[in-house]
């Protein structure tokens, strides 16, 4: 998908259908890199990679958790 300002997202899937990457990019600069991992009940548990801030390309890492319900 591109957008008006010409970045172009790109999105991977697992063969279970989960997001498992996402990248952004303005021509050859990366915008946004993201990896994804979930567990057997297909509940994701981390998004991390990087994003581009004033200071270029920062890491970023987010974690999930669940309750015993899920």
């Given at each position: 998908m591109t957008d008006k300002t010409e970045k172009r997202?790109?999105?991977?899937y697992d063969e279970e259908g989960n997001l498992e990457k996402l990248e952004t990019k303005q021509g050859e600069a990366v915008w946004l890199?993201?990896?994804y991992t979930y567990d057997g009940a297909r509940?994701?548990?981390k998004r991390k990679g990087?994003?581009?801030g004033s200071n270029g390309l920062e890491e970023i890492e987010t974690s999930y958790v669940y309750d015993e319900k899920n």
């Open positions: 997202s790109e999105y991977g890199s993201l990896q509940n994701r548990l990087k994003k581009r």
